[in-house]
C-alpha cells in the first residue's frame, strides 16, 4: 500500500480506497469468521464452555462483570489462558484465511530438496496443515484447548510455522495481537451473559472462499444466563 502511495501520490482515494478494503477482509472478516467458528465449537463442546465460564468467574469480580468493565488493564488479558488456548484451538481447526500463495524471485531449490522454477506458484494449505497426524498428533482432529496449556499451566506458545493461521515469517499477521486482544473481549462479554444455541437444523459448512466463511452463517439463540 505504501509502495502504491509512492507510485500514485497524486490520487490519495485510491490510496484510502486500497487500504480501507485491505481492513475490512484482512481485519475484520477474519475475526468475525474466528468468532463464528469459536462459537460454534464452544456449542458442541459444552464442558470447554464451562471451563471458559468459570475461568471469568475466577478472574473478574461480580461488579465488573455486571458492568461489563472487564479489561481495565492489558494484564488482565494475560490471566485467560483457557479462553487463550480454545481460541487458539479454534483457528487451528478453521483458519480464516485458509490457504496462501508464494512465488519465487528466481528459480531455487526448497529446504525440502523440491525445486521450484521461475514460474511457479507454492500454494500453502493452511487450513490442512492444521489438520495433520504429522504436525499435530494422532488427535489433530478433535477439539482439545489442553493441547495449548503447559504442565504448569501457562499458554504453549507453538511456533508460526506450526501454527500457520496467522501466516509467518516477514508477511506474517501484523493485527495477531489486536485479533487475541478483540476476541477476548467480545468472547468473555457474550459467554459470561448468554449461553449460546445453534438453531436446530442449521446446516453448518465452509464456504470455498478466502476467507473459511460459514457458507450460510451462523444462526443461533442467545439464552440469558440467571
Ligand atoms: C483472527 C483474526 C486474523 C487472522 C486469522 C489474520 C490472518 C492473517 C494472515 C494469514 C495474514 C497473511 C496474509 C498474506 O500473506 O496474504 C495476515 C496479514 C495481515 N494482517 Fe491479519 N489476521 C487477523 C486479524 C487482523 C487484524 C485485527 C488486523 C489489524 C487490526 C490485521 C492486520 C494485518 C495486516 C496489516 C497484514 C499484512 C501484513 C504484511 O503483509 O506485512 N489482521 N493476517
Redesign the pocket.
Known sequence: MELAYKENPENPDKFFRDALV??MV??RD??ST?LSWFFWLLWKNPITESKILQEIKTNFNTEDLKSCNLFKKREEMHKLVYLHAALCES?RLF???PF?HKAPKQADVLPSGHRVGKNSKIVLSFYSMGRMEGIWGKDCLEFKPERWITEKGGIKHEPSYKFT???AGP??????D??FT??KILATTIIHRYSIQVVTGHPIVPKDSVVLEMKYGLRIRLEKRS
Request: glycine fraction near 8%; include cysteine.
Open positions: 485491505n481492513m484482512g481485519a477474519t475475526t474466528a483457528l483458519p480464516p484465511a496462501n493461521a496467522f501466516n508477511r506474517a499477521c501484523l493485527g495477531k489486536m485479533a478483540q476476541m
